[in-house]
């Protein structure tokens, strides 16, 4: 099969990104490898143990960070949909998920009791871990814009026994608008925007074809309104993510920066199992507050995921 070719503006970006020459490398050389097969323990069916247990009869199974036992590796050569077809997750005791998408729920750890808002929620990967996480207790408000998403992130909420979310439909913006209007307001937020996906090519070569500037430009203007939206219904003192799946700081530190300069918020440090990086001070012209420094940049090459990134924000 031909491999696909990053695009020279894409490909020049990502060398700016990462000066030394053998990090980048490991890039070039890491997006071209299937990401390894990660699963997450849905502990309001089965407690890790047990569902890990459960799993060793058939797979080899790695839990690499102990503090978090959820999060589970398959280190066996699977077929193809062979995770999809098995008992266990069919029965709603583990979702699918990467790693790198679990970062979110695991700094913002919603708890039991509170009111959370899952902003762009579809398919529901994250919908689902905060629904273990506060074990089925207090609120969420799973939004999403697209009918056919939803009916998906609809599907893995009854699957995993999620009892504790409302869904709702309509575009982010639209939404934190009618809620401020009915005064209310949220203990914490997540917004994984849409995003140009550069942190997603281990799964999706196509964004090599479908990157382009434009684009990432458009998306970031899009992305500054629907956080802007967020922090409007956030409770003073409460916290909120920002997360995407790409590398553009487009998208990434100038969307933070623009919060920065509008907001009384602040952002917080960011304690993870993995290595992370420092969110960018500058990048061509733009300077960015130290504050950024605080946010985190997963690259791909550095704990065998996709790439990510994201920031926490506490509202003054």
Avoid at 36 to 64: D, G, H, M
Avoid at 215 to 239: C, F, H, M, N, Y
Wanted: glycine content about 6%.
């Amino acid at each position: 099969m031909q491999q696909l070719e990053p695009k020279p503006l894409f490909k020049e970006r990502i060398e700016t990104l990462l000066p030394d020459s053998s990090d980048r490398e490991a890039f070039w050389e890491i997006i071209r490898k299937q990401p390894v097969n990660s699963i997450r323990c849905n502990t309001i069916k089965i407690p890790a143990e047990k569902l890990k247990a459960r799993l060793e009869k058939k797979w080899k199974i790695k839990q690499p960070f102990k503090s978090h036992p959820e999060i589970m590796i398959i280190q066996s050569y699977l077929l193809s949909g062979e995770l999809g077809k098995s008992i266990e997750h069919l029965l709603g005791y583990y979702y699918v998920q990467e790693i790198s998408s679990m970062l979110p729920m695991l700094t913002l750890a919603p708890q039991p009791g509170e009111i959370f808002l899952d902003l762009a929620a579809a398919p529901g990967s994250k919908t689902t871990q905060a629904a273990a996480m506060m074990n089925n207790q207090g609120t969420i408000i799973a939004n999403d814009v697209n009918l056919g998403r939803i009916s998906i992130l609809s599907a893995n909420l009854q699957k995993v026994g999620a009892t504790n979310t409302i869904i709702t439909r309509h575009d982010g913006v639209i939404l934190c608008n009618k809620l401020k209007n009915l005064g209310m307001k949220f203990d914490k937020i997540l917004v994984d925007a849409p995003c140009s996906g550069e942190g997603n090519l281990r799964s999706n070569p196509k964004t090599f074809i479908m990157w382009n500037i434009k684009a990432v430009k458009k998306l970031g203007r899009i992305q500054k309104k629907l956080a802007s939206s967020a922090l409007e219904v956030l409770k003073s003192g409460g916290e909120m993510i920002y997360s995407t799946c790409t590398h553009s700081p487009e998208e990434n530190e100038e969307v933070i920066q623009y919060l920065l300069d509008n907001y009384d918020i602040e952002t917080e440090t960011i304690s993870l199992p993995l290595k992370t990086r420092p969110g960018l001070t500058s990048w061509q012209d733009s300077k960015f507050s130290n504050e950024l420094k605080k946010a985190c940049r997963v690259y791909p090459q550095d704990n065998n995921t996709e790439g990510f990134f994201l920031c926490k924000i506490k509202k003054k």
